[in-house]
């Protein structure tokens, strides 16, 4: 097994006052040549964007990009003609492809909204752009893994252009749980989003990380209670 831990103090940070930005991996002004991707997954920034505030119309292309809002009310809007509100619970896909433009903002002019933005390199390029969201029942993920994405485009959920999960838990303290390799080449970031584990022996506290691959399976122990995201992707060169 190959292990990669990410402390939550260790991000990259941006504060742009409207802003405030933790980069788990090197994104904008933040680099580091040991930090640039995990595997398929590029990108995963945790913003707090300010009541009225956000990204004004932008471009994306050949990206897989995943937002899971934590709290508040983010208001999407893009050039396909798609305007939605992504809420707690919800989780939104959008498969940049040959080219988006879209813009992100604040769906509250007085309350912070928090969320996940997450990259996922496509298995293929230049597809056609494609947007969908859900709303997921956080009743299912007590005390259970909730996949909220697959790869799989017939199961009836949201999907990736990538052999890609993601997971959401919700545990209580003292359970204890295994998570296992989807296939030899897929390898398992997890992201705390609060609480605290162990994971295979290592302790993560709120907005640690532990990247695994090359494995078979591992351990997970809940020692305070405890939300994470789970996500599975190839291990790209």
């Given at each position: 097994?190959?292990?990669?831990?990410?402390?939550?103090?260790?991000?990259?940070?941006?504060?742009?006052?409207?802003?405030?930005?933790?980069?788990?991996?090197?994104?904008?002004?933040?680099?580091?040549?040991?930090?640039?991707?995990?595997?398929?997954?590029?990108?995963?920034?945790?913003?707090?964007?300010?009541?009225?505030?956000?990204f004004?119309?932008?471009?994306?292309?050949?990206?897989?990009?995943?937002?899971?809002?934590?709290?508040?009310?983010?208001?999407?809007s893009?050039?396909?003609?798609?305007?939605?509100?992504?809420?707690?619970?919800d989780?939104?896909?959008?498969?940049?492809?040959?080219g988006?433009?879209?813009?992100?903002?604040?769906?509250?002019?007085?309350?912070?909204?928090?969320?996940?933005?997450?990259?996922?390199?496509?298995?293929?390029?230049?597809?056609?752009?494609?947007?969908?969201?859900?709303?997921?029942?956080?009743?299912?993920?007590?005390?259970?893994?909730?996949?909220?994405?697959?790869?799989?485009?017939?199961?009836?959920?949201?999907?990736?252009?990538?052999?890609?999960?993601?997971?959401?838990?919700?545990?209580?303290?003292?359970?204890?749980?295994?998570?296992t390799?989807?296939?030899?080449?897929?390898?398992?970031?997890?992201?705390?989003?609060?609480?605290?584990?162990?994971?295979?022996?290592?302790?993560?506290?709120?907005?640690?990380?532990?990247?695994?691959?090359?494995?078979?399976?591992?351990?997970?122990?809940?020692?305070?209670?405890?939300?994470?995201?789970?996500?599975?992707?190839?291990?790209?060169?």
């Amino acid at each position: 097994m190959k292990k990669v831990i990410h402390r939550a103090d260790t991000r990259g940070y941006a504060n742009h006052g409207w802003l405030k930005s933790h980069h788990t991996f090197s994104f904008a002004n933040y680099y580091d040549p040991n930090r640039i991707h995990f595997g398929a997954l590029r990108v995963l920034n945790d913003d707090a964007v300010k009541g009225g505030m956000g990204f004004g119309a932008h471009p994306h292309d050949n990206m897989e990009i995943v937002s899971i809002v934590l709290n508040g009310e983010l208001a999407h809007s893009d050039n396909t003609g798609n305007k939605e509100v992504i809420r707690k619970n919800d989780v939104q896909i959008m498969s940049a492809g040959t080219g988006v433009v879209h813009s992100e903002f604040n769906a509250s002019k007085t309350d912070d909204v928090n969320f996940l933005q997450i990259w996922i390199i496509p298995k293929e390029r230049n597809v056609t752009p494609r947007y969908d969201q859900r709303t997921f029942d956080p009743a299912a993920r007590e005390n259970a893994l909730q996949v909220v994405i697959s790869p799989d485009k017939n199961a009836g959920g949201l999907w990736l252009n990538q052999d890609a999960w993601f997971t959401l838990g919700k545990y209580e303290a003292g359970k204890k749980l295994d998570i296992t390799a989807k296939a030899p080449n897929i390898g398992s970031y997890l992201f705390l989003l609060s609480g605290e584990l162990k994971v295979d022996g290592e302790t993560l506290s709120t907005r640690d990380a532990i990247g695994l691959s090359e494995y078979d399976k591992a351990d997970i122990e809940v020692v305070k209670p405890a939300e994470f995201l789970l996500i599975d992707v190839p291990m790209l060169n």
